[in-house]
């Protein structure tokens, strides 16, 4: 046997050109594959090849070595001609020639197929029938009625008059962000030295190290994301016991003590699951020239990075409110930005394309051993990670439902499981690991992964380059209890101090939010209004002083909307029952039909020309259900239609059917949980009233903007940064706002707005046409959410 070559394409290519036999048993990846090829002294070639046989591209990563049945002739020389050899040299040059030829041509081929997609429109026209499909599917997942009962924490009031405007647009200082140029130097070549650590030819061109692969025959076929995970990440280090000691006087948790088993995963399984890609994926894995041209950079650039976010609950799959929604979104937005994306959030139903991963963890929980199984869905380019458990199961209309500590208890569980995410759960085949790795956590529930990730594992030296980032949704809820309460978190006991918090309401508590601020690397919230008020004495609700301390982390961005789930142009509840999809262009024909098609749906009198005033929110005293409810007499003495959806507190349930009680013809209160519903208002509604207390951001705002529906709003939090004051003299803004909480100011407010409505149908079509026009997508915020990343990334 004589080695004849190192692995190389062109070779292959040769012995294809000329059309050679190839005999294989199977030709299948990692087989041996034999050639009859005389002009070779052996007479064949054979050569194991850890190929991909995909379409007709070949690549081959191995040696390939010269055999055949005269081989140990040709391996002592033998009588070979010395011309025929160099005949065989030559053709080979010639044909070597003429591949790079053909090659060329490939490449510029594929450039032009390029430039012409570039230039063609609709291309993700596919993407919104995906869409649609994917919206559809969801109905009967969360249309069911909803109770919400978050933990309990009482609610005060924001005093409006304490808003600065100056300091809306307050944000850390950069410098305190960034790091100082040599460690950020020095990062960066870390970053890089464990971010490609493989021989190119180890690593496919999606950037996943092939040997630390796991089968995954469940799972859909995995785009390609230009993420690296280092082999020291995906190979997390293993803490020895005797150095944990030394750190922690409590024991370990027994799942640090053992090896998480990312690099023990088969190849072997993986080359046999390889071969069912589709031959467009595959093509991603050669080493063609051209392609590098054909795939665009991520815009994310050289900020490319390895993200998951945490949630108690993720639309479409579960949702009470605007954290579901967030958490839906954002996800998707970073992924198109080029960032390996994942969404972790408990599986409360069985969700149809979510498939089980077929791992298992225990962890344990208040002295129980919890086994936790993982389910995968790649949807729109993001990971969703399905945690299961009976803790969780039939929970979907009762996310945060049962006592204070159960609620914690599924909380410790979810936090600890979705932590060891990274080392555990192949998505695509691979793990994420824990290099280049940053956890976004939302709101309280999740709020102790922050102090897990570094109690756990960064104070010992373990996801040492993992950063975490906390967002606050809604400071009002921050899952405090007695203090004994710490003794279920199952931390080491010097970790008290950070959940400890003295406040004149509730006195010396326990606060998982205060922990989880301190721990987090980064803190965010929804708004830039929003950020403003968290520091204040009325708006932290007892947290302002520590967000305070920490205000060079802490930083303000405006959410976005799903721009396909909630858009009149694509939104799937306006399919049938005489609703109509509709855009700016047949905005006069399509939204009054939709009113139609709402006031029989609800049993109102059908009336293009009576204003329609909608609210949906949970009802709680946040949102200013009781201002509307002290407004309803004035409405109903107008010529107005009003409809209300919601649920929550019962008094305020009981608010809405005594409304429709008392005013048959003209108000209809929705007491129940219905996206569909909600849906159909925003897109059926000439007015939409959000009078919230307070308000993080406020989404419904956002949405009825994109659907001509004009917003009137308490000017407060998120409603103040993102509806603009209607100016009739400058015919600007985006809807009405009043500048504190009272049912005056909202009855002023409304007047105003219904005054145009009647009588300057062209200032109300301005309203409409602004807030229709304006990018509200995730995009913008994306990109923010990705600096606050990498500042967190490059901070030690
Ligand atoms: N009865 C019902 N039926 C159907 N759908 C209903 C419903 N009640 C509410 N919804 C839906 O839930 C979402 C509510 O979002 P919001 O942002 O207005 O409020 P929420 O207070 O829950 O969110 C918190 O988090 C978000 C996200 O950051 C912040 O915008 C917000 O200010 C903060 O309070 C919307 O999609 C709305 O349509």
């Known amino acids: 046997m004589a080695s004849v070559a190192e692995s190389s394409f062109p070779l292959l290519c040769q012995i294809k050109t000329q059309r050679r036999v190839v005999t294989s048993s199977t030709l299948r990846n990692s087989s041996l594959v034999r050639v009859s090829y005389p002009e070779l002294p052996s007479g064949s070639l054979s050569f194991r090849c850890r190929s991909f046989v995909y379409g007709h591209r070949w690549k081959c990563v191995r040696r390939v070595e010269a055999t055949g049945s005269d081989s140990s002739e040709s391996a002592s020389g033998g009588d070979e001609p010395e011309d025929a050899l160099q005949a065989t040299i030559e053709k080979s040059k010639k044909v070597l020639a003429m591949q790079r030829n053909l090659l060329q041509q490939i490449a510029e081929r594929r450039k032009l197929v390029s430039s012409i997609k570039e230039s063609t429109p609709n291309l993700d026209d596919g993407k919104a029938s995906s869409k649609e499909e994917y919206g559809s599917s969801v109905i009967a997942n969360t249309d069911a009625t909803k109770k919400e009962t978050m933990d309990g924490d009482g609610n005060r009031s924001v005093s409006p008059s304490s808003y600065g405007k100056s300091s809306l647009n307050k944000e850390p200082e950069a410098k305190s962000l960034s790091p100082s140029t040599e460690s950020l130097k020095n990062s960066k070549q870390s970053s890089a030295s464990v971010t490609s650590p493989e021989k190119p030819s180890d690593v496919a061109a999606n950037g996943k190290p092939w040997s630390s692969v796991v089968a995954s025959s469940l799972d859909p076929p995995y785009k390609p994301s230009s993420v690296v995970t280092s082999p020291e990440k995906t190979s997390p280090e293993k803490p020895s016991k005797s150095r944990a000691g030394a750190f922690w006087s409590d024991p370990l948790p027994s799942y640090l003590t053992k090896a998480p088993e990312t690099s023990s995963m088969k190849t072997e399984e993986y080359v046999e699951t390889r071969e069912e890609k589709t031959p467009e994926v595959a093509s991603s894995e050669t080493n063609e020239p051209g392609k590098d041209e054909e795939k665009p950079p991520p815009l994310a650039g050289a900020n490319v990075m390895n993200v998951i976010l945490v949630a108690a609950e993720c639309a479409p799959f579960s949702k009470t409110g605007g954290l579901g929604d967030v958490a839906g979104a954002l996800p998707k937005a970073l992924a198109r930005r080029g960032h390996r994306v994942m969404v972790v959030v408990p599986r409360y139903a069985e969700y149809a394309e979510a498939k089980d991963l077929g791992v298992r963890k225990r962890y344990k929980v208040a002295g129980q051993d919890m086994e936790v199984m993982y389910f995968h869905a790649y949807i729109d380019g993001v990971d969703f990670v399905f945690i299961d458990s009976p803790v969780f199961r039939h929970l979907s209309n009762n996310i945060y439902g049962g006592n204070r500590l159960d609620i914690l208890k599924r909380m410790v569980l979810f936090c600890k499981a979705a932590v060891e995410v990274p080392w555990y759960v192949p998505c695509g085949g691979v793990c994420y690991g824990d290099g280049n790795l940053a956890f976004i956590a939302n709101d309280w529930h999740t709020a102790l992964l922050p102090v897990y990730l570094k109690a756990y594992y960064r104070d010992h030296g373990i996801m040492k380059y993992t950063r975490s980032v906390l967002v606050i949704h809604n400071i009002a809820h921050q899952g405090r209890g007695p203090v004994d309460d710490f003794s279920y978190v199952d931390l080491p006991n010097h970790y008290l101090d950070s959940f400890k918090l003295y406040d004149p309401v509730g006195g010396e508590h326990f606060n998982i939010f205060a922990a989880g601020l301190k721990a987090a690397d980064r803190v965010l919230t929804v708004s830039h209004g929003y950020s403003w008020e968290v520091k204040t004495l009325e708006g932290g609700w007892g947290l302002h002083n520590i967000i305070n301390e920490n205000d060079w982390k802490f930083r303000g961005i405006v959410n976005g909307i799903d721009t396909q789930e909630w858009n009149p142009k694509f939104d799937t509840y306006l399919h049938s029952d005489d609703y109509t999809n509709y855009s700016l262009e047949n905005l006069h024909i399509g939204k009054p039909q939709c009113k139609a098609a709402l006031q029989k749906e609800l049993g109102l009198p059908v009336r293009p020309d009576v204003p329609l005033i909608g609210f949906i929110g949970r009802l709680d005293h946040q949102k200013g259900v009781d201002l509307i409810a002290e407004a309803v007499p ?136 602004r807030g229709m026009t304006q990018d509200l997508s995730w995009d913008n915020a994306a990109e923010k959410y990705e600096e606050v990343l990498v500042a967190a990334k490059y901070h030690w």
């Open 634 to 769: 004035w409405m109903m003495s107008q010529d107005v239609q009003l409809v209300m959806l919601g649920s929550g507190r019962p008094d305020l349930e009981e608010v809405l059917r005594q409304m429709e009680h008392q005013y048959r013809d003209k108000a209809r209160g929705w007491v129940g949980f219905s996206v569909k519903t909600a849906h159909r208002i925003t897109a059926g509604a000439d007015i939409l009233l959000m009078p919230s207390r307070f308000e993080p951001c406020g989404l419904n705002q956002l949405y009825a903007m994109n659907y001509g529906t004009i917003p009137v709003v308490h000017a407060v939090g998120g409603l103040r940064d993102t509806v603009q004051q209607f100016d009739p003299y400058s015919e600007t803004g985006l809807g009405w706002t009043f500048d504190s909480a009272e049912a005056g100011k909202l009855i002023h407010a409304l007047g105003n707005c219904l005054l145009t409505y009647r009588e300057y149908k062209e200032s109300w079509e301005g309203l409409q046409r």
